[in-house]
């Protein structure tokens, strides 16, 4: 179970906007780079200013945002006749642009460093290639859990928003990064698991 489970009543609620962007001519790819472009310049702007915690506040703000691009994008592609093997590609590739963005600046943040936060974008990157694995291998994408890409955003949501107001992290959480890896590890052996049990 993972939030992505609640991604049904998120579309509910924007499907009026949705329709709203389909009449004035806004694609689904169009949609799904600006998210992209977006994470990136969050991401740096966090990253050239991380000394000032309270940058950090950015990353919830985007995470929410960026989550009702997504989807749009694909709402706009199923709904409205967008859909596209460009469309296919933009929406994977622009995803692991965004993370790695997104991610990336908490390596600057105490008492988290570069190898553990480099490990959890490896991993991430690799639970989402396990998914489209499902796909490419006859089955479905898989976005079983435990730490989904949703996950990912409350929790990197969460840890900017706890930053971004001044207060300092536990000694606990240093813990936090090598915690997210292991429940990575989880997360692509379950798409593995889940894809080839479809498959077989």
Avoid at 95 to 114: E, I, N, R
Avoid at 133 to 155: H, N
């Amino acid at each position: 179970m993972t939030l992505y489970a609640l991604k049904p009543k998120f579309q509910t609620l924007l499907r009026p906007w949705v329709r709203l962007l389909a009449q004035a001519g806004v694609t689904a790819n169009q949609v799904t780079c600006a998210a992209a472009i977006g994470s990136v310049a969050v991401g740096a702007a966090v990253a050239w200013s991380a000394r000032h915690t309270t940058v950090f506040l950015l990353v919830p703000v985007w995470m929410l945002l960026r989550m009702a691009l997504n989807a749009v994008d694909g709402m706009l592609a199923r709904e409205f006749g967008q859909q596209s093997r460009l469309g296919a590609y933009l929406n994977e590739l622009c995803d692991a642009v965004s993370d790695a963005a997104l991610y990336a600046p908490f390596a600057l943040l105490p008492p988290f460093g570069p190898a553990g936060v480099c490990l959890v974008v490896l991993l991430a990157q690799t639970s989402e290639y396990a998914g489209v694995l499902g796909a490419a291998t006859g089955g479905q994408r898989r976005y079983d859990g435990p730490l989904g890409k949703s996950d990912r955003a409350l929790i990197f949501g969460a840890l900017g928003a706890w930053a971004g107001v001044g207060l300092p992290l536990p000694p606990w959480a240093a813990w936090l990064m090598p915690l997210l890896a292991t429940l990575l590890v989880v997360t692509t052996v379950n798409r593995v698991r889940v894809g080839l049990r479809d498959t077989g």
